[in-house]
């Protein structure tokens, strides 16, 4: 009955019908007893009444007897003969059925003896399944006790569970409206993406007539330049008298002819480390950002802040020219190989090339939707390379003006160096602590490492392009192969922190030294095979910017944030 009460119900409930069954058989076990003992009784109250019956007879019977007796007595043994023998049988027979009843009465008491003691061992068995009935029924209290708490907490948990199943039911439908709600959502982000898509495609074709715009715009300002460049040697030829003329600040002067390039400008042997400064230029703008020493060491190109490009003679610091054109402030500087021309990168998004024997503006390379950062020539001055703040690397025709190829540099970059004369693959220093390298014809990533902790700063690549410097924020510059990414020398030194706009790091031009400016204006210098620190020279009053060698090896330019540059022996 147990097993097929228990199919539908839980565990626990099964456990309490069981325990409910056992209850039950051990009382109908109890009540068997007391019916055993009520039968048994009631057999011994009929035996006592019995053996009352046969000794109320036997006492009767004895009473006859002795009555007999005394007759017998009274009558004198009987009184005659015939009246003696009937007497006498008389009294056999009454004899005979005292002895009988005398057995029967001793039979009795046996049987009631036997009758008490079962009686007595009953009552024992009694007393003791009276205290195991008290203890049941204790037992059976505190199962009733459990089975009501069981049936509290049962119902409380039916009480949790139709709460549950409620909140179940609200949640089914919120999730319900959420999924409605997410399938607009699907449906109107698949709208906005058809409609982002032909928003690109508008933008696209913007951007390809704003550049095709902007490069009509160039084309025209280079066809300005020309025709006056074929004025000024109309005019030259109609006075050939003059020297060649160049405008500085808006005024006309006659140029002197250029210092002999021997002497001092000739190499000596090998490159030494700075010891003094020995004379200042003043930049003449109200912040430094970048300086460019021309090949043969006779010019020093200054830019910053200022929307003017400055060129100062790097043996007197005499001013040349002042160079305007570019909108903004000027990031970089780069002399041509020849000399013939200064590049620069400006922050009015444009690159812009000066021609130095007319000091007039020559292109304009317009291209670019963020600040151009850094700007160089290749060694033959054919091609130009400029990096913006928009993440990417432009390589431009420098004759027409235009942009013959664009790189995506992944992250954002601080600087670049070309690893060849011809320009085919440039090296990259990045925000993300990594540089790369690239190759300009495909505009593939050809190789990737992270040298450093924290973002690089600049680049410099060797003459012969097989090693490359590197500066970082985190305070050191590494010296890498440039075909592995492998670190050859690791330098650095106590109290060096590089400035995080404005880091450059140059090396010797035999190769023997490194240098790089510190943001508290000292000037450090290692030996690159050894990496260790050969002089650091406490000299500037604000942070250094950019460092760079004479091409001898026998003088270093240095500048600060601050206006001004020194130049040291």
């Not at 009987?78 to 009937?86: K, R, T, V």
């Not at 570019?326 to 812009?352: P, Q, W, Y």
Request: glycine residues 8%; negative net charge.
């Amino acid at each position: 009955m147990a097993q097929s009460k228990g199919v539908a119900v839980m565990g626990w409930e099964a456990r309490i019908l069981a325990q409910l069954e056992q209850r039950e058989m051990r009382v109908a076990t109890v009540a068997k007893v007391i019916q055993s003992y009520s039968r048994l009784a009631g057999k011994v109250g009929e035996f006592a009444s019995h053996s009352r019956d046969a000794e109320a007879r036997s006492r009767e019977m004895q009473g006859e007897h002795e009555r007999l007796l005394e007759n017998y007595e009274r009558n004198g043994g009987g009184g005659g003969g015939g009246g003696g023998g009937s007497s006498g049988r008389g009294m056999s027979l009454a004899q005979q059925r005292i002895a009988d009843l005398e057995r029967d009465i001793e039979g009795l008491k046996e049987e009631r003896t036997l009758l008490y003691r079962t009686q007595g061992t009953n009552a024992q068995r009694l007393l003791d399944l009276s205290d195991k009935m008290r203890e049941n029924e204790e037992r059976l209290r505190q199962q009733e006790l459990e089975i009501m708490d069981s049936h509290e907490a049962l119902r409380r948990t039916n009480g949790k569970i139709d709460d549950m199943q409620a909140a179940l039911k609200e949640k089914d439908g919120t999730i319900q409206i959420l999924q409605d709600e997410m399938s607009a959502l699907q449906l109107e982000i698949v709208q906005i993406e058809e409609r982002c898509l032909r928003l690109q495609s508008e933008n696209d074709d913007l951007v390809k007539r704003w550049l095709n715009k902007m490069n009509q715009e160039a084309e025209k300002v280079n066809e300005v330049t020309e025709e006056l460049e074929h004025i000024k040697r109309k005019s030259a030829a109609l006075s050939p008298r003059m020297g060649p003329a160049f405008f500085e600040d808006d005024q006309f002067f006659v140029a002197q002819s250029p210092p002999s390039a021997g002497g001092a400008h000739a190499v000596r042997g090998g490159s030494l480390a700075p010891r003094s400064a020995v004379g200042k230029i003043d930049g003449r703008m109200e912040e430094v950002h970048s300086i460019a020493l021309s090949t043969n060491g006779e010019m020093l190109a200054v830019g910053g802040q200022s929307n003017t490009a400055r060129v100062f003679d790097a043996e007197t610091g005499e001013s040349v020219f002042s160079l305007t054109g570019c909108l903004k402030g000027i990031n970089h500087v780069e002399f041509s190989s020849d000399n013939t021309m200064l590049l620069a990168a400006s922050s009015d998004h444009t690159a812009r090339i000066w021609k130095l024997d007319t000091g007039r503006h020559w292109k304009s390379l317009s291209g670019h939707i963020g600040s151009v950062m850094t700007a160089k020539f290749n060694l033959d001055a054919s091609r130009v390379y400029t990096y913006s703040q928009d993440r990417t690397v432009k390589v431009w025709d420098t004759q027409r003006g235009l942009c013959i190829k664009t790189l995506f540099t992944v992250s954002s970059c601080h600087d670049f160096d070309l690893l060849d004369s011809v320009g085919s693959r440039i090296v990259t220093a990045h925000m993300d602590n990594a540089i790369r390298v690239w190759d300009t014809t495909t505009g593939k990533r050809l190789q990737e490492a992270t040298l450093h902790r924290e973002q690089v700063m600049s680049v410099w690549a060797s003459h012969t392009g097989e090693r490359i410097l590197t500066n970082s924020y985190d305070g050191t510059l590494k010296l890498v192969d440039a075909r592995t990414l492998d670190v050859i020398t690791v330098m650095s030194a106590p109290g060096y922190r590089p400035s995080r706009n404005w880091a450059r790091a140059s090396l010797s031009p035999d190769e023997r030294f490194a240098m790089a400016g510190s943001i508290d204006g000292k000037l450090f210098v290692w030996d690159a095979n050894s990496g260790d620190l050969v002089r650091s020279l406490d000299i500037h009053r604000s942070a250094v910017c950019d460092a760079l060698w004479h091409p001898t090896g026998m003088r270093v330019y240095s500048a600060e944030k601050s206006r001004y540059i020194l130049m040291l022996h």
